[in-house]
């Protein structure tokens, strides 16, 4: 178990409010969720700067100390994800704290893979070497990681949500040859700062799609140095609606795709 952050804007935007401030913002879905868990095993959050991801991140909980706040406070940006862990697979420790990063790729995952045991040396199999020697970590969510890039590289003509569905579908495959019905939790956001795509598999997952600039609730001023010329749009995801607006479900079972116009667009994972 843990909880993500996901955003994608027009333009460069704050997300100070949804990261620390607002009603359930991502630090305080740390120190307790929906659910009544707490998620104090390790934060991160990567932006992009100059088309490569820039992640911070620490492994310990985000409502212990300033940094996460601090961190927060300086985001102004089009592109983000952000990730609060509860630890199942792997010990709290940096090289296993999410979002991890490669070149223009960052990713972060929610949810536990059954049979990790035995699902890795499958995976092991599939991942080409240069991503094998790349892992530094214990958790399933990296080795994820770099098997979609495995994948993604092999055919980078590929529309990107097609990779993410064909990688994610085999790895359920794989976890159901080994663990027959076990519960799967699959929820992955994974960008190169001007695309982001992403799943919901087996966890909760909501949306928010802003067609306009808004005032903010919590702060009470908008996020955005606004150009007049564009229309401002942007989307954010979570694992829990994090304002009192009206956030929508992510149907479980899909992969979706951020378009340029920051409309969601869900596919079924099985076609």
Same mark, same amino acid.
């Given at each position: 178990?843990?909880? &993500? ?145 495995? &994948? ?15 990688? &994610? ?99 079924? &994972?099985?076609?």
């Amino acid at each position: 178990m843990c909880r &993500l952050y996901g955003f994608r804007a027009t333009e460069p935007t704050k997300v100070e409010c949804s990261l620390v401030h607002a009603q359930n913002a991502l630090m305080s879905q740390s120190r307790v969720d929906g659910q009544g868990l707490s998620h104090g095993h390790g934060w991160g959050v990567a932006t992009y700067v100059n088309g490569l991801p820039k992640v911070e991140k620490q492994a310990w909980a985000a409502y212990h100390g300033e940094l996460f706040r601090k961190t927060a406070a300086r985001i102004y940006a089009k592109t983000v994800i952000a990730h609060v862990r509860r630890a199942t697979i792997g010990p709290p420790a940096p090289a296993n704290t999410h979002p991890f990063a490669h070149g223009r790729w960052s990713f972060a995952h929610n949810g536990t893979l059954p049979g990790f045991a035995h699902l890795r040396d499958r995976m092991i199999d599939a991942i080409d070497p240069a991503h094998r020697t790349g892992i530094r970590g214990s958790t399933d969510s990296e080795h994820v990681f770099r098997y979609l890039l495995s &994948l993604w590289e092999h055919d980078p003509a590929r529309p990107l949500l097609e990779t993410l569905r064909l990688g &994610l579908g085999r790895v359920v495959e794989w976890c159901r040859e080994i663990e027959g019905e076990a519960p799967i939790g699959l929820n992955v956001l994974w960008t190169d700062g001007e695309r982001l795509v992403g799943s919901c598999i087996g966890r909760t997952l909501w949306y928010l799609e802003r067609d306009d600039i808004v005032v903010c609730e919590i702060c009470g001023v908008a996020h955005v140095h606004h150009k007049p010329s564009q229309r401002y749009r942007a989307v954010e995801i979570a694992s829990e609606a994090i304002t009192d607006e009206g956030w929508l479900h992510v149907p479980d079972g899909t992969v979706y795709n951020v378009d340029p116009d920051m409309r969601l667009r869900f596919e079924q &994972l099985q076609q």
